[in-house]
């Protein structure tokens, strides 16, 4: 989550939804669960997360996974008051802070309970993040009874100088034991790395790449280092104690990461995530950039019901009201005391939202659509948009022989580029 | 005996009947910022015109901007009534622009009096500006009185300057009088001396009236607000007027004296001095220089001495927001009411859009009427760096006036013209060194050195204009710790080895950007315009070559490399919102973006790389100082 919430319009206490989002929809449905706690925080980290002493000796750690039912009862309920059917959960994402900072057996119960309200798809794919040094053969085997079937490790280097540098404190020797003892519980595992920390060479960037592939991992994620406003390491740069590296320098590193793990065989599908077969992609989170339904539970997690099926955003087959949005986005407030204390209050923990118009839905279509390798259909866009795609080929910022076939689809370059990509679609 | 005169008195000093040996016209010759304002402002309390609870500093200088620099950029007049040993005397006081740049019309108010006060600081002594203006007194025949004032200073050295003064308009350095403006000391003696020392004017009473304007000035409610000295003849009310250079007739619907607010009378005598207001607009039907004569009864002749103003600076005037340009051409238009000087068309830039092109008298003039822009009508401007006129002649004879660098012919030139101007410094005489190292570096010739002191030194010199329109002031003063001041005048032109420098964004003409330079300076123009343009392009999808080039000759080059990232890793469900914001804002921004051939500028580049130093364009505050 990130740190800071956007501006909105505040929610309401009841946490009520537009009634105009009823009707039928076909989207898939996912839901987030966001567990706040960390052991430590790391110098880049600037993640809606807390630390034991940050939270006053961790009290609320144990009572988190209660408090998390309620909002999930809250929100089957504002769903059913609003016209939306129980559709059955697709995708189960736990994310943090680290989630396996709580008990395995805590995070079975929450994932029971999105399967009580809702249900779950037999073909539910039930993610949770965990660190290195937060799991055992145990856990991960009560994990994957409970339901869960995908890991996704926060390895970020393998690299013991980088790793300091992100004060990330796991032994990367262990990496490769944490995947193998995953993979024998019968999950299917990620691994999560960073690129461009001040410091890493080249060098360096390839043997965590290695160290990867070595473990025989399906899907990788691998991310630049943003250094936001407000953290540890932002204020290191600041005091000249860490030097950033260029955007030059993650380019490079961006094209080494994808030239590797493409010969290793691993594609990529979505512009930081490359799986081996498009099976092994995370599902949840294309779920996002294609725009579906999705309930993010917990402190500062933010959620999005798009617009029933009839209302298509440039084609419309039935003339939308103007007090009707193309959806809909809230948030919850940030900090988990004030989010406990209003579902203890029976109130929605929601801090503000965002009704979608139709141009804001428009460039989000765009803006996550062409960052996957499936890409955006070519006949979303306005006429003015479909002759800037010539010029973007011509730039080789998209690929000229998907575009033939009706997709907006980036190049490696345009993958690099993704943003400029974007201007250029909406104008 | 008062010297403010009785009630009796008073009526033989009328403005309309004042018999011309009675009249006393005088104006005051003196440097920026040694005490002209403050010592006017006493006499007008010594002699009553104004009241002490009335007064304000710096009573006669009207504009925001003068009162605030401390400089007079329009002249008036003001009639002081002073008696000596019984006589009454009307005194005159003309006030006159202290800069250069109205070398012309510091030359018309002098023409309207007979004597000059020579005002100088007794703490610094006698500065070049004073010089030229002083010069120009005397070729004018005017009685001149020497003062030095502020000698209520502690570093005033009155002795020492007396000297200096004395050795420059002749006579004894006791006749030097010696004032305070500040504390009034001295200045009931001056104002004696001002009726003893300057003559009486003369003129022909019963021949057709002929009056020379000597100032012209706008005023929102009443129109052009004229001053005139008459030399023969009366001008008086309801009479029809004739402008003499034009011909043009206007009918007089106020005549009056200035003391110092408007006091309309029955008219004005030889040798009288005052306003006439005939409700004409623009100051342009009004000419400084021009003759006034009777229509019924007009002159053969007119009193000479007229030109039009010719501007020897330009400058490129944009808005910096596009959409207030038709702000700016409005308020052109209303500055060009009270400033015949003025003149500008319109200019289109690729770089900064539309704009004007401007041309002033001088570089002061280019920053007040800058200055009086962005004050007055709020308007935020960017302007290009001031460059000379050149004549160039082509090969096969045709002769172009080049008025914007980027309008210099390129090829077949046989020869250029450009402006050069005869330069006065004035230092102490341990930066002769440092002085003569900037006026050779600015293609200067020496002319000649006086010592004025023992420790003062005058040295002339030869300069292009175009030399000293940038930044000469400021390292002079840097040069010399503040010490030197600085004056010139036009005095023709010369041949010069002159080379247009082109600057490319991707071959593409920067037009701005253009600047015609000594053919020596061209690779250091080259280089630095470059190099600051390459810090201020934002990198591109492809790279930006940027070259500066004389002709088709590239002297300079530098690069903005392609950008190769222009993506957030990491776009999850909470990233969304903000992700989306900042692509709105981006989108915004695009679209203000200068495109020149295929690269984006954002409008503020082009403005930083006019702006900053070394890149001409911008005011700085002090230049005004001189």
Same mark, same amino acid.
């Given at each position: 989550?990130?740190?800071?919430?956007?501006?909105?319009?505040?929610?309401?206490?009841?946490?009520?939804?537009?009634?105009?989002?009823?009707?039928?929809?076909?989207?898939?449905?996912?839901?987030?669960?966001?567990?706040?706690?960390?052991?430590?925080?790391?110098?880049?980290?600037?993640?809606?997360?807390?630390?034991?002493?940050?939270?006053?000796?961790?009290?609320?750690?144990?009572?988190?996974?209660?408090?998390?039912?309620?909002?999930?009862?809250?929100?089957?309920?504002?769903?059913?008051?609003?016209?939306?059917?129980?559709?059955?959960?697709?995708?189960?994402?736990?994310?943090?802070?680290?989630?396996?900072?709580?008990?395995?057996?805590?995070?079975?119960?929450?994932?029971?309970?999105?399967?009580?309200?809702?249900?779950?798809?037999?073909?539910?794919?039930?993610? !949770?993040?965990?660190?290195?040094?937060?799991?055992?053969?145990?856990?991960?085997?009560?994990?994957?009874?409970?339901?869960?079937?995908?890991?996704?490790?926060?390895?970020?280097?393998?690299?013991?100088?980088?790793?300091?540098?992100?004060?990330?404190?796991?032994?990367?020797?262990?990496?490769?034991?944490?995947?193998?003892?995953?993979?024998?519980?019968?999950?299917?595992?990620?691994?999560?790395?960073?690129?461009?920390?001040?410091?890493?060479?080249?060098?360096?960037?390839?043997?965590?790449?290695?160290? /990867?592939?070595?473990?025989?991992?399906?899907?990788?994620?691998?991310?630049?280092?943003?250094?936001?406003?407000?953290?540890?390491?932002?204020?290191?740069?600041?005091?000249?104690?860490?030097?950033?590296?260029?955007?030059?320098?993650?380019?490079?590193?961006?094209? /080494?990461?994808?030239?590797?793990? !493409?010969?290793?065989?691993?594609?990529?599908?979505? /512009?930081?995530?490359?799986?081996?077969?498009?099976?092994?992609?995370?599902?949840?989170?294309?779920?996002?950039?294609?725009?579906?339904?999705?309930?993010?539970?917990?402190?500062?997690?933010?959620?999005?019901?798009?617009?029933?099926?009839?209302?298509?955003?440039?084609?419309?087959?039935?003339?939308?009201?103007?007090?009707?949005?193309?959806?809909?986005?809230?948030?919850?407030?940030?900090?988990?005391?004030?989010?406990?204390?209003?579902?203890?209050?029976?109130?929605?923990?929601?801090?503000?939202?965002?009704?979608?118009?139709?141009?804001?839905?428009?460039?989000?279509?765009?803006?996550?659509?062409?960052?996957?390798?499936?890409?955006?259909?070519?006949?979303?866009?306005?006429?003015?948009?479909?002759?800037?795609?010539?010029?973007?080929?011509?730039?080789?910022?998209?690929?000229?022989?998907?575009?033939?076939?009706?997709?907006?689809?980036?190049?490696?370059?345009?993958?690099?580029?993704?943003?400029?990509?974007?201007?250029?679609?909406?104008? | 005996?008062?010297?403010?005169?009785?009630?009796?008195?008073?009526?033989?000093?009328?403005?309309?009947?004042?018999?011309?040996?009675?009249?006393?016209?005088?104006?005051?010759?003196?440097?920026?910022?040694?005490?002209?304002?403050?010592?006017?402002?006493?006499?007008?309390?010594?002699?009553?015109?104004?009241?002490?609870?009335?007064?304000?500093?710096?009573?006669?200088?009207?504009?925001?901007?003068?009162?605030?620099?401390?400089?007079?950029?329009?002249?008036?007049?003001?009639?002081?009534?002073?008696?000596?040993?019984?006589?009454?005397?009307?005194?005159?006081?003309?006030?006159?622009?202290?800069?250069?740049?109205?070398?012309?019309?510091?030359?018309?108010?002098?023409?309207?009096?007979?004597?000059?006060?020579?005002?100088?600081?007794?703490?610094?002594?006698?500065?070049?500006?004073?010089?030229?203006?002083?010069?120009?007194?005397?070729?004018?025949?005017?009685?001149?009185?020497?003062?030095?004032?502020?000698?209520?200073?502690?570093?005033?050295?009155?002795?020492?300057?007396?000297?200096?003064?004395?050795?420059?308009?002749?006579?004894?350095?006791?006749?030097?009088?010696?004032?305070?403006?500040?504390?009034?000391?001295?200045?009931?003696?001056?104002?004696?001396?001002?009726?003893?020392?300057?003559?009486?004017?003369?003129?022909?009473?019963?021949?057709?009236?002929?009056?020379?304007?000597?100032?012209?000035?706008?005023?929102?409610?009443?129109?052009?607000?004229?001053?005139?000295?008459?030399?023969?003849?009366?001008?008086?009310?309801? =009479?029809?007027?004739?402008?003499?250079?034009?011909?043009?007739?206007?009918?007089?619907?106020?005549?009056?004296?200035?003391?110092?607010?408007?006091?309309?009378?029955?008219?004005?005598?030889?040798?009288?001095?005052?306003?006439?207001?005939?409700?004409?607009?623009?100051?342009?039907?009004?000419?400084?220089?021009?003759?006034?004569?009777?229509?019924?009864?007009?002159?053969?002749?007119?009193?000479?001495?007229?030109?039009?103003?010719?501007?020897?600076?330009?400058?490129?005037?944009?808005?910096?927001?596009?959409?207030?340009?038709?702000?700016?051409?409005?308020?052109?238009?209303?500055?060009?009411?009270?400033?015949?000087?003025?003149?500008?068309?319109?200019?289109?830039?690729?770089?900064?859009?539309?704009?004007?092109?401007?041309?002033?008298?001088?570089?002061?003039?280019?920053?007040?009427?800058?200055?009086?822009?962005?004050?007055?009508?709020?308007?935020?401007?960017?302007?290009?760096?001031?460059?000379?006129?050149?004549?160039?002649?082509?090969?096969?004879?045709?002769?172009?006036?080049?008025?914007?660098?980027?309008?210099?012919?390129?090829?077949?030139?046989?020869?250029?013209?450009?402006?050069?101007?005869?330069?006065?410094?004035?230092?102490?005489?341990?930066?002769?060194?440092?002085?003569?190292?900037?006026?050779?570096?600015?293609?200067?010739?020496?002319?000649?050195?006086?010592?004025?002191?023992?420790?003062?030194?005058?040295?002339?010199?030869?300069?292009?204009?175009?030399?000293?329109?940038?930044?000469?002031?400021?390292?002079?003063?840097?040069?010399?710790?503040?010490?030197?001041?600085?004056?010139? =005048?036009?005095?023709?032109?010369?041949?010069?080895?002159?080379?247009?420098?082109?600057?490319?964004?991707?071959?593409?003409?920067?037009?701005?950007?253009?600047?015609?330079?000594?053919?020596?300076?061209?690779?250091?123009?080259?280089?630095?315009?470059?190099?600051?343009?390459?810090?201020?392009?934002?990198?591109?999808?492809?790279?930006?070559?940027?070259?500066?080039?004389?002709?088709?000759?590239?002297?300079?080059?530098?690069?903005?490399?392609?950008?190769?990232?222009?993506?957030?890793?990491?776009?999850?469900?909470?990233?969304?919102?903000?992700?989306?914001?900042?692509?709105?804002?981006?989108?915004?921004?695009?679209?203000?973006?200068?495109?020149?051939?295929?690269?984006?500028?954002?409008?503020?580049?082009?403005?930083?790389?006019?702006?900053?130093?070394?890149?001409?364009?911008?005011?700085?505050?002090?230049?005004?100082?001189?």
């Amino acid at each position: 989550m990130s740190p800071a919430l956007p501006e909105g319009e505040p929610a309401p206490e009841d946490g009520a939804l537009p009634t105009w989002l009823g009707g039928p929809r076909s989207s898939a449905f996912g839901v987030y669960l966001h567990v706040p706690f960390c052991s430590v925080r790391c110098g880049y980290c600037d993640f809606n997360t807390y630390t034991a002493s940050e939270l006053g000796g961790g009290a609320d750690q144990a009572a988190y996974a209660t408090t998390s039912l309620r909002e999930i009862d809250l929100a089957a309920r504002v769903m059913r008051d609003a016209g939306i059917s129980d559709r059955p959960v697709s995708t189960v994402f736990v994310g943090g802070g680290t989630p396996t900072m709580l008990p395995a057996q805590d995070l079975v119960r929450m994932l029971a309970a999105v399967r009580d309200t809702w249900g779950l798809a037999d073909d539910a794919e039930v993610t !949770t993040e965990a660190n290195p040094d937060s799991v055992t053969p145990e856990s991960l085997a009560t994990l994957a009874r409970g339901g869960f079937t995908r890991v996704s490790f926060g390895m970020q280097s393998a690299v013991p100088h980088v790793l300091a540098t992100l004060e990330r404190t796991h032994d990367p020797a262990r990496v490769p034991d944490v995947v193998r003892w995953a993979r024998e519980a019968g999950l299917a595992v990620s691994l999560d790395l960073i690129y461009g920390t001040p410091g890493e060479s080249v060098d360096d960037w390839r043997t965590s790449l290695d160290t /990867v592939l070595e473990t025989g991992v399906d899907h990788v994620s691998a991310y630049a280092l943003v250094v936001e406003p407000g953290t540890k390491m932002a204020a290191q740069v600041r005091r000249g104690q860490l030097e950033l590296p260029s955007a030059d320098d993650q380019a490079e590193k961006y094209e /080494v990461a994808d030239e590797v793990l !493409t010969s290793a065989g691993l594609g990529w599908y979505e /512009v930081s995530n490359w799986a081996r077969t498009p099976a092994d992609a995370c599902r949840h989170n294309l779920a996002y950039w294609r725009g579906d339904d999705w309930w993010g539970v917990g402190p500062g997690a933010h959620s999005y019901l798009g617009p029933a099926d009839a209302v298509e955003v440039h084609a419309p087959t039935r003339a939308v009201p103007p007090e009707e949005g193309h959806g809909v986005r809230f948030w919850n407030a940030k900090h988990p005391r004030r989010y406990a204390a209003s579902l203890e209050a029976g109130h929605s923990p929601a801090a503000g939202r965002e009704v979608l118009t139709t141009d804001e839905a428009h460039l989000e279509r765009v803006m996550l659509g062409v960052r996957l390798r499936e890409g955006l259909d070519l006949a979303l866009l306005g006429r003015g948009s479909r002759e800037s795609v010539a010029q973007l080929v011509a730039s080789g910022l998209l690929d000229g022989r998907r575009a033939v076939q009706g997709r907006a689809v980036l190049t490696l370059r345009g993958r690099l580029l993704a943003d400029a990509v974007v201007r250029g679609l909406v104008e | 005996m008062s010297p403010i005169p009785t009630a009796d008195q008073t009526a033989r000093i009328k403005p309309a009947s004042t018999p011309a040996e009675l009249l006393r016209n005088f104006c005051i010759i003196a440097h920026i910022d040694h005490g002209k304002s403050t010592l006017a402002d006493r006499m007008l309390q010594l002699t009553g015109v104004v009241e002490q609870r009335a007064m304000r500093a710096q009573y006669l200088d009207r504009m925001d901007i003068e009162r605030e620099r401390g400089i007079t950029i329009k002249s008036q007049a003001v009639r002081m009534p002073w008696a000596v040993d019984g006589t009454p005397h009307a005194l005159n006081m003309i006030d006159t622009p202290g800069h250069v740049d109205f070398t012309y019309e510091v030359s018309r108010s002098l023409a309207a009096c007979e004597g000059a006060v020579l005002l100088v600081d007794a703490a610094q002594g006698i500065e070049a500006q004073t010089l030229a203006n002083l010069y120009l007194a005397m070729e004018n025949d005017l009685a001149i009185i020497p003062v030095l004032n502020k000698i209520d200073l502690p570093a005033a050295q009155p002795e020492k300057y007396a000297e200096e003064i004395a050795g420059l308009v002749g006579g004894d350095p006791e006749d030097v009088l010696k004032v305070s403006g500040k504390t009034g000391e001295g200045v009931e003696a001056l104002l004696d001396r001002i009726v003893q020392t300057v003559p009486a004017p003369v003129g022909d009473a019963d021949a057709p009236a002929r009056a020379m304007i000597f100032d012209s000035v706008y005023d929102t409610y009443r129109g052009v607000v004229t001053y005139v000295r008459v030399v023969d003849g009366s001008l008086n009310p309801r =009479e029809k007027i004739v402008m003499m250079s034009t011909r043009a007739t206007h009918e007089l619907l106020e005549i009056g004296v200035s003391s110092p607010e408007p006091h309309p009378t029955k008219g004005l005598g030889v040798g009288e001095v005052g306003y006439l207001i005939t409700g004409v607009k623009d100051v342009r039907q009004s000419k400084v220089g021009d003759t006034v004569t009777n229509a019924a009864k007009p002159a053969a002749d007119s009193l000479g001495g007229y030109s039009d103003p010719r501007p020897m600076v330009f400058s490129g005037l944009y808005p910096i927001d596009g959409s207030d340009y038709p702000v700016l051409r409005d308020a052109l238009d209303k500055l060009k009411l009270n400033d015949a000087a003025l003149n500008y068309e319109p200019e289109t830039s690729v770089a900064l859009g539309f704009g004007f092109r401007v041309g002033f008298l001088g570089l002061l003039h280019l920053e007040i009427v800058r200055e009086r822009l962005e004050r007055e009508f709020d308007l935020a401007l960017i302007s290009t760096a001031p460059n000379v006129v050149y004549t160039v002649t082509l090969e096969d004879g045709t002769e172009v006036t080049v008025t914007n660098p980027s309008e210099f012919p390129g090829g077949k030139i046989k020869d250029v013209q450009e402006p050069v101007v005869r330069s006065t410094v004035l230092a102490p005489s341990e930066f002769i060194g440092s002085i003569m190292e900037l006026c050779q570096q600015r293609r200067g010739d020496l002319l000649g050195m006086d010592y004025l002191s023992p420790d003062r030194v005058e040295m002339r010199y030869t300069l292009p204009l175009a030399e000293i329109v940038f930044d000469f002031f400021d390292q002079l003063k840097s040069r010399t710790r503040g010490y030197a001041s600085f004056d010139y =005048e036009p005095t023709g032109e010369q041949t010069a080895d002159l080379v247009k420098v082109d600057i490319l964004l991707q071959g593409e003409q920067v037009d701005a950007f253009s600047a015609v330079v000594h053919k020596d300076q061209a690779y250091a123009y080259g280089t630095m315009m470059a190099g600051k343009l390459k810090d201020l392009i934002p990198r591109q999808q492809f790279e930006v070559p940027i070259q500066a080039a004389v002709g088709a000759r590239v002297i300079a080059r530098e690069t903005v490399r392609a950008i190769r990232k222009d993506v957030l890793a990491k776009c999850y469900g909470g990233d969304i919102s903000r992700k989306r914001k900042l692509l709105e804002k981006q989108k915004e921004g695009k679209k203000r973006m200068k495109t020149i051939g295929r690269v984006e500028v954002p409008p503020n580049a082009f403005i930083a790389a006019l702006s900053s130093d070394g890149g001409g364009g911008k005011e700085s505050k002090d230049k005004s100082k001189k």
